[in-house]
């Protein structure tokens, strides 16, 4: 389908984009209802998702178009309540499409279980054990298929021991390496770390403590690319400043959050603007994400760092990549249990977890250029303020054709307040 349908996206109603992406996606007329209603998360399944459920809390659902990854077009439902967010990857992606767009992909979906084992008489020979034993154990719990997930292509790939230090001793963890499909894994690991552990037990004369699903998936990973033209960095800032000065800006800007974490975690934060946004929106975990991701930031080069880099091609234009564990689902949990998640995978044509991953990888990658090249040109309250001041105007009850009017006065007199939105729109009602 012609990607033009997406022109302008920004500027029709939402009735207007949600018929858009109604043909787009081909959604019956029972989904987009769905979509429209303004309680979509029915109470019942609420009170079944979590305790003492009083209600329901919506977030906006937005939609980032201009994506182009793999060549094959992509929109990508965002949930987030942040202005600017969405209309950030959006232009971004747009920048990317004169070189050919983003280029995406990700491991396959291998998740991490860990099995505590104290009071071991000797460490050592206790690893030697598990490691010599390491094939006979896979084959128990691929027999045994305590979750269930051998028959569908899935289960324990590895079995890694090693030793740490702690305030209370020596002790041994052991990592079972686990391909848990396209689901997320906590249930799958639990399940299969609970079996394992009496035979570790016996294995090492220790004791089993804790069995859990870890997530930094560091064996799960998302990746991916895009060039930035010189040309098309030069006409983003309205020539302002030329091509090559604005790639020599963000490259400063980037090279400041790879020293400096003060920076750093405000510049990986801003990634994780568009990384939450479609976790939340197609019903996964975004807490399990966060933790995944900042530890892995912290650890990857022993060190705080950048999940992106940034560096200039052999003809001067910028190139921006991105590495980061992707921790998502497209089955079990809210992933199926949300009615809208599902709904939001279909309008993204996507039912793998590691396409999922890849596209996720990808609109972190759009949020971080498009924050980077604000910052390091014009500023980024430009943006920023014209969207709050819509809020704001909204918030002291304008209507809609009033909006524009108060918007215009508090950008004219610099004033983007709460009280002076009240204050505007009292003078264009007195006029």
């Known amino acids: 389908m012609d990607?033009?349908?997406?022109?302008?996206?920004?500027?029709?109603?939402?009735?207007?984009?949600?018929?858009?992406?109604?043909?787009?996606?081909?959604?019956n007329d029972e989904e987009t209802n769905l979509i429209k209603k303004q309680g979509p998360l029915d109470i019942k399944i609420a009170d079944r998702l979590i305790e003492n459920v009083i209600g329901t809390y919506p977030l906006p659902l937005g939609i980032a178009t201009n994506f182009l990854i793999n060549k094959t077009e992509y929109i990508i439902p965002m949930a987030i309540e942040e202005p600017s967010v969405v209309a950030a990857a959006s232009y971004a992606a747009k920048l990317t499409r004169s070189s050919g767009g983003f280029t995406a992909w990700a491991d396959d979906p291998i998740m991490i279980g860990l099995i505590q084992l104290v009071n071991i008489p000797n460490i050592d020979i206790a690893m030697?054990?598990?490691?010599?034993?390491?094939?006979?154990?896979?084959?128990?719990?691929k027999d045994l298929d305590p979750s269930g997930i051998e028959k569908y292509g899935g289960g324990v790939t590895d079995i890694q021991p090693r030793k740490i230090e702690t305030k209370r001793g020596q002790m041994l963890i052991v990592n079972i390496l686990i391909n848990v499909n396209d689901a997320m894994g906590g249930n799958i690991i639990d399940t299969t770390t609970e079996a394992l552990a009496p035979k570790l037990e016996e294995i090492t004369k220790g004791d089993a403590r804790l069995r859990i699903v870890s997530n930094l998936g560091i064996y799960k990973k998302g990746y991916a690319k895009a060039t930035w033209t010189k040309e098309e960095l030069e006409k983003s800032v309205n020539g302002a400043y030329s091509g090559e000065e604005v790639v020599e800006r963000i490259l400063d800007a980037y090279?400041?959050?790879?020293?400096?974490?003060f920076r750093c975690v405000t510049h990986n934060k801003?990634?994780?603007?568009?990384?939450?946004?479609?976790?939340?929106?197609?019903?996964?975990?975004?807490?399990?994400?966060?933790?995944?991701?900042?530890g892995y930031a912290s650890t990857k080069n022993e060190k705080y760092s950048s999940?992106?880099?940034?560096?200039?091609?052999?003809?001067?234009?910028?190139?921006?990549?991105?590495?980061?564990?992707?921790?998502?689902?497209?089955?079990?949990?809210?992933?199926?249990?949300?009615?809208?998640?599902?709904?939001?995978?279909?309008?993204?044509?996507?039912?793998?977890?590691?396409?999922?991953?890849?596209?996720?990888?990808?609109?972190?990658?759009?949020?971080?250029?498009?924050?980077l090249r604000?910052?390091?040109?014009?500023?980024?309250?430009?943006?920023?303020?014209?969207?709050h001041a819509r809020s704001y105007a909204f918030m002291v009850g304008a209507k809609e054709y009033e909006v524009d009017k108060v918007v215009q006065k508090m950008l004219s007199e610099k004033k983007v307040k709460l009280d002076y939105a009240k204050q505007f729109l009292d003078e264009i009602r007195n006029e």
């Open 270 to 294: 801003g990634i994780m603007n568009g990384v939450d946004a479609v976790a939340v929106a197609t019903g996964n975990d975004w807490r399990a994400v966060e933790a995944g991701v900042h």
């Open 3 to 27: 990607n033009k349908i997406f022109e302008k996206f920004y500027n029709k109603s939402p009735e207007e984009r949600l018929n858009i992406v109604k043909q787009y996606a081909n959604l």
């Open 374 to 387: 604000a910052l390091a040109t014009e500023g980024i309250q430009k943006g920023h303020m014209k969207l």
């Open 255 to 261: 090279e400041f959050a790879e020293a400096d974490p």
């Open 307 to 371: 999940l992106t880099k940034y560096f200039k091609d052999s003809d001067g234009n910028l190139v921006g990549e991105i590495e980061l564990p992707i921790v998502v689902a497209t089955f079990g949990s809210a992933t199926t249990t949300h009615p809208l998640a599902p709904i939001s995978r279909k309008i993204m044509k996507v039912d793998k977890a590691k396409d999922l991953s890849s596209i996720i990888a990808t609109v972190g990658l759009a949020q971080n250029f498009a924050a």
């Open 128 to 141: 030697k054990e598990i490691e010599q034993q390491k094939d006979e154990l896979i084959k128990f719990i």
